[in-house]
């Protein structure tokens, strides 16, 4: 899927910091990035769909 969210500059800069600090915790790293990564991810508009060809998997195409 392909989408997009338009946010203003300081929204982004307020999240990213948020999101640099979040990488370098210690103690529940993983839990804080998914969670700013959802929160980031919401409202989001579709643009399109893509898909690539797994020639090594039964009926991947017929799925496509």
């Known amino acids: ?20 600090k979040a990488r370098v915790l210690s103690d529940g790293k993983e839990l804080e990035i998914e969670r700013l990564q959802d929160e980031m991810e919401t409202e989001l508009v579709v643009l399109g769909a893509t898909a690539i060809e797994d020639k090594l998997q039964e009926d991947v195409a017929d799925t496509i």
Request: net charge negative; proline share 0%.
């Open 1 to 20: 899927m392909l989408a997009e969210k338009q946010i203003d500059e300081n929204t982004y800069l307020e999240w990213n910091e948020r999101y640099k």
